[in-house]
C-alpha cells in the first residue's frame, strides 16, 4: 500500500480483520486482501488457475465481477474472463519454466510477468507484490520486502533488465534483514516480560500481543477462552508497567501492541 502511496492505519486494519467488518475505503479494503494472502498457505506459482483464481478472490461469475468479500470489480483493474484464464495460464507457464532457479529469483521474474501479461492494472502494485511475497518464500510463509521496495525505489529503477532484477533482489535482502531484526527485538522483549507477566491473563496479553502488530482485548479474550473484562485488566496492568502500549488512543475498542 506504500508503495501505492498510501499509507493505510493500522489501528483500522486490525479492527476488520479482529471482528470480520466490511472496510468501507478501497485502500482499506486492498490492504485486508492483502493480509488476508499473504497470511494463507498456498504457493501463486503451483497453482492451478482455477485454484490461482480462487487465491486471488476472482472467482468467475457471470459478469466475472466478483471479488471475494464483496469488493468491487474496479478495486484491482485487470483481465476478465477467458482473458484472464489466459493470461493467468501464460504466467503459471512461465512459472514452471523458473521450476529450477532461486525462490527470489523466480519471485522477482514473475512480479514483472505478472506487469507484463496485464493481470494486474497499470498503478496495481498490491496484487503483484503479495504474489511475489508468497512466491520468494514458498508455502506457509511471505518475504517481507515491499517497506524496503519503497525505500529503494524499486518500481522506478532504470536500466536493463538485469539492473531491475539485482534492485528486486536487493529490496528481498533488506526486507529480511529488518524482519530479522525485527525478530531478535521480539525475542528479546518476551524474555523481558516472562518475568513481569505473573499472571494467565497477563501471559494471554503477552503472547497476543507477540504474535500481532496490533490487537484488540475481544480478539485475545476469544483465542484465549478468557473474559473481555479479564483481558482488559491485565492489559491496563502491563500498559501500566510499560511492557505494552496502546496504538489508537481510544478509550474504548483500545488496541495493543508490544514496546519493543
Known amino acids: 500500500?506504500?508503495?501505492?502511496?498510501?499509507?493505510?492505519?493500522?489501528?483500522?486494519?486490525?479492527?476488520?480483520?479482529?471482528?470480520?467488518?466490511a472496510a468501507a475505503d478501497p485502500g482499506d479494503q486492498q490492504a485486508l486482501w492483502a493480509v488476508r494472502r499473504l497470511l494463507g498457505d498456498a504457493?501463486?506459482?503451483?497453482?492451478?488457475?482455477?485454484?490461482?483464481?480462487?487465491f486471488l478472490g476472482l472467482h468467475r461469475a457471470?459478469?466475472?465481477?466478483?471479488?471475494?468479500?464483496?469488493?468491487?470489480?474496479?478495486?484491482?483493474p485487470r483481465a476478465q474472463g477467458e482473458e484472464l484464464d489466459t493470461a493467468l495460464s501464460d504466467w503459471l507457464q512461465v512459472a514452471a519454466a523458473l521450476a529450477g532457479a532461486h525462490r527470489l529469483v523466480r519471485a522477482a521474474i514473475l512480479f514483472r510477468a505478472w506487469r507484463w501479461?496485464?493481470?494486474?492494472?497499470?498503478?496495481d502494485?498490491?496484487?503483484?507484490?503479495v504474489i511475489?511475497?508468497?512466491?520468494g518464500a514458498g508455502q506457509g510463509s511471505f518475504v517481507p520486502f515491499a517497506g524496503a521496495a519503497r525505500r529503494l525505489r524499486v518500481l522506478a529503477t532504470p536500466g536493463t533488465d538485469a539492473d531491475k532484477m539485482v534492485a528486486m533482489l536487493r529490496a528481498f535482502a533488506e526486507g529480511a534483514r529488518e524482519a530479522g531484526l525485527l525478530l531478535e527485538r521480539s525475542v528479546i522483549w518476551q524474555d523481558r516480560v516472562a518475568r513481569v507477566a505473573t499472571t494467565k491473563a497477563e501471559r494471554a496479553v503477552v503472547d497476543a500481543v507477540a504474535r500481532h502488530p496490533v490487537i484488540g482485548s475481544?480478539?485475545?479474550?476469544?483465542?484465549?477462552?478468557?473474559?473481555?473484562?479479564?483481558?482488559?485488566?491485565?492489559?491496563?496492568?502491563?500498559?501500566?508497567?510499560?511492557i505494552?502500549?496502546?496504538a489508537t488512543g481510544n478509550t474504548r475498542f483500545r488496541l495493543w501492541q508490544a514496546n519493543l
Open 244 to 246: 505494552i502500549g496502546e
Open 43 to 54: 504457493d501463486p506459482s503451483v497453482l492451478s488457475v482455477s485454484e490461482l483464481r480462487g
Open 218 to 242: 475481544n480478539a485475545i479474550a476469544a483465542a484465549s477462552g478468557m473474559t473481555p473484562q479479564a483481558i482488559n485488566n491485565a492489559a491496563r496492568a502491563l500498559r501500566a508497567k510499560s
Open 62 to 76: 457471470q459478469d466475472d465481477a466478483a471479488l471475494d468479500e464483496g469488493l468491487p470489480v474496479d478495486l484491482f
Open 125 to 129: 502494485v498490491v496484487m503483484p507484490m
Open 1 to 21: 500500500m506504500w508503495l501505492a502511496g498510501d499509507a493505510g492505519a493500522r489501528d483500522r486494519l486490525a479492527f476488520y480483520a479482529a471482528d470480520r467488518r
Open 132 to 135: 511475489a511475497s508468497r512466491v
Open 117 to 123: 501479461l496485464g493481470l494486474s492494472g497499470p498503478e
